[in-house]
């Protein structure tokens, strides 16, 4: 039997509170009924993220609706009936969907759900035959020689000195130059920001590269026009400014920085520049016998160096009646990630269907941090939409965006969260929590810790310059907890705190911390006047705009130009150069006692 109408699906699963029948409502009551859960009762196993998981309390519905690849949308009239548990007051909204007959045989909680179409019963099917529990089983106290042994490195005192006054180690010979390409006019230019638009122009037109310099030889000269661009610089020398010019002595060789497939049309670029020698152009390196292509993936296709997307289309005709559209969407950003697919967005239209088999029923279900989609358009539109999004979300987890992957987005902003993914991951924090936190630990402050709390917080709190500070203190004097107090007092506000350290090891016993390296880009080889790796457009450079506060543990082990590194880059993108770092609150810390003369 499988229900055609609400009618015949109200006759096997209700959810709401019967009227007529006195003693199932009381059954209902006693073992159906979700909750209660929300703001107010944040232990609930089901409250998650701000929200109710099981997306409890249901809208109201006053006739059951049917959908063809999802649960049908019950009957949950708003008919006044309503009671109380434990000072809470439920009412149809809370009630969990069940069957009438079931219920009263078994007296137990028993969740009866309408399942239909082929993709609600794709998904089912993997339950039936998933595999048995498993369970970890560790045998402890056991003699392991192997892991008794301590492993070290061993520096003997002629290795130590020969360190500690930077004595070379290692050479290369003959020299290694690096040789960047880029596709047409991505190029890196600098120019004054005060410019006006015609001297801007000028300014941009008249900047070259590496790369540009050598089709631009090729295009003045004959010779070295049957030389791969890696193999330039054994012949040629590149002068700043200048261009190549034959080499009169010495010797160096090229090499063309890495590529990955999922660099998209970088990537092919870098596969052209292998097998083509002499280009004079863009366009005469992306022409093949005599036609010219519209992108380097076109031309490699044309030389035979990519093939076709065959492979993966026979995959995804294989699995994609018995995976779900999840799996689907993860296995397609792999393949995005980390092979080679020539035309993405085909694969997309092809399999769209299966990609998005779940979207309606997401659609019905959606939490707080989603937005609903445009009321004019059709479910299609909606779901294949959704669908972008959620795939969206896979890539941001491989650090892929849609320039990379060389698709169309999604064209509705479904999320209310923070879109870059450096802001919402440092505001993935309960305010709520954290003031619990701040309450309980500021109990426990020395009154040195207490003096250093209300000094940096008075000055941050309101705007005063300076509002640079060093804690200093022995091991053991309690600057670790006052630096989490210190994250617990400004994430309670909502605010964003960044905790990094000069090493991995002193990272972890802050809040979310990493290193002073890889937090700021601070760059291996830094001597004075270094500015660090971070375009002022970027993701980070969003997230350190955001900041409230940083915190930089163990100092006394950081380079000093390392702190000029991040004091010039900070003052770039807050666009201060009056403040130290910007204008952003700072609290460095450390302990000169603990390092060697």
């Not at 159906?32 to 409250?47: A, D, E, L, W």
């Not at 450079?541 to 900070?570: C, Y």
Request: net charge negative.
């Amino acid at each position: 039997f499988i229900p055609r109408c609400g009618e015949q699906v109200d006759e096997l699963v209700r959810a709401q509170i019967p009227i007529d029948d006195p003693e199932l409502a009381e059954i209902v009551k006693t073992h159906m009924v979700h909750g209660p859960c929300g703001p107010n009762y944040r232990n609930s196993p089901c409250f998650r993220d701000g929200k109710c998981s099981k997306g409890y309390p249901k809208r109201w519905c006053e006739n059951t609706i049917l959908s063809e690849n999802s649960y049908p949308e019950y009957a949950r009239p708003n008919n006044g009936v309503t009671w109380e548990r434990n000072g809470f007051t439920f009412d149809n909204r809370w009630v969990v969907p069940y069957n009438p007959y079931m219920l009263k045989k078994y007296r137990a909680h028993i969740n009866v759900e309408i399942a239909q179409g082929v993709h609600a019963i794709k998904y089912m099917a993997k339950y039936v035959y998933k595999g048995s529990d498993r369970a970890t089983l560790e045998v402890q106290n056991q003699y392991d020689e192997i892991a008794m042994t301590v492993q070290g490195r061993y520096i003997s005192p002629v290795q130590a000195i020969w360190r500690l006054l930077g004595y070379a180690t290692h050479e290369e010979k003959p020299a290694v130059m690096l040789l960047p390409y880029h596709l047409e006019g991505h190029h890196r230019v600098s120019f004054d920001q005060e410019l006006d638009e015609v001297q801007l122009i000028a300014a941009i037109q008249s900047q070259t590269s590496i790369f540009l310099d050598w089709m631009k030889y090729n295009s003045q000269h004959t010779d070295g026009q049957d030389l791969l661009y890696s193999d330039f610089p054994l012949f040629y020398t590149h002068v700043k400014n200048r261009g190549w010019h034959p080499r009169k002595k010495g010797q160096t060789i090229g090499r063309m920085p890495v590529a990955v497939p999922r660099q998209g049309e970088h990537y092919y670029l870098r596969t052209l520049l292998t097998v083509k020698t002499g280009a004079k152009s863009y366009r005469d390196l992306y022409t093949v016998d005599g036609i010219v292509y519209d992108s380097p993936s076109a031309a490699c296709r044309a030389l035979g160096l990519i093939f076709d997307d065959s492979d993966w289309i026979s995959l995804f005709n294989e699995v994609k009646d018995t995976s779900t559209a999840a799996s689907l969407r993860q296995t397609f950003a792999s393949a995005l990630a980390y092979s080679t697919v020539i035309n993405p967005q085909a694969i997309w239209d092809q399999f769209k269907v299966n990609f998005t088999d779940d979207c309606l029923w997401r659609l019905q279900n959606l939490d707080s941090n989603v937005e609903t989609p445009p009321s004019d358009w059709s479910e299609d539109e909606c779901r294949y939409d959704y669908g972008l999004w959620l795939l969206e979300k896979n890539l941001k987890d491989l650090n892929l965006n849609w320039v990379d992957v060389r698709m169309s987005g999604p064209t509705h902003s479904w999320s209310r969260q923070e879109q870059n993914n450096l802001i919402a991951d440092a505001m993935s924090f309960d305010p709520y929590e954290e003031r619990v936190l701040f309450d309980q630990s500021i109990l426990s402050f020395s009154s040195g810790q207490n003096s250093a709390f209300n000094t940096i917080t008075n000055v941050i709190d309101n705007g005063l310059r300076p509002n640079t500070f060093f804690l200093q203190g022995p091991a053991g004097t309690g600057k670790t907890f006052l630096y989490k107090v210190l994250c617990n007092y400004y994430r309670s506000k909502g605010d964003i705190v960044l905790c990094v350290a000069s090493s991995g090891i002193a990272s972890l016993l802050l809040p979310g911390g990493s290193t002073a390296h890889s937090q700021f880009r601070i760059p291996i080889d830094c001597p004075d006047g270094t500015r660090c790796s971070i375009n002022r457009q970027s993701p980070l450079a969003g997230l350190l705009k955001k900041t409230r506060l940083i915190i930089w543990d163990e100092v006394t082990m950081q380079l000093k130009h390392n702190f000029g590194a991040v004091d010039l880059t900070l003052r770039d993108i807050m666009q201060n150069q009056d403040d130290l770092f910007g204008g952003i609150p700072v609290v460095l810390g450390g302990d000169f006692a603990q390092i060697l003369p």
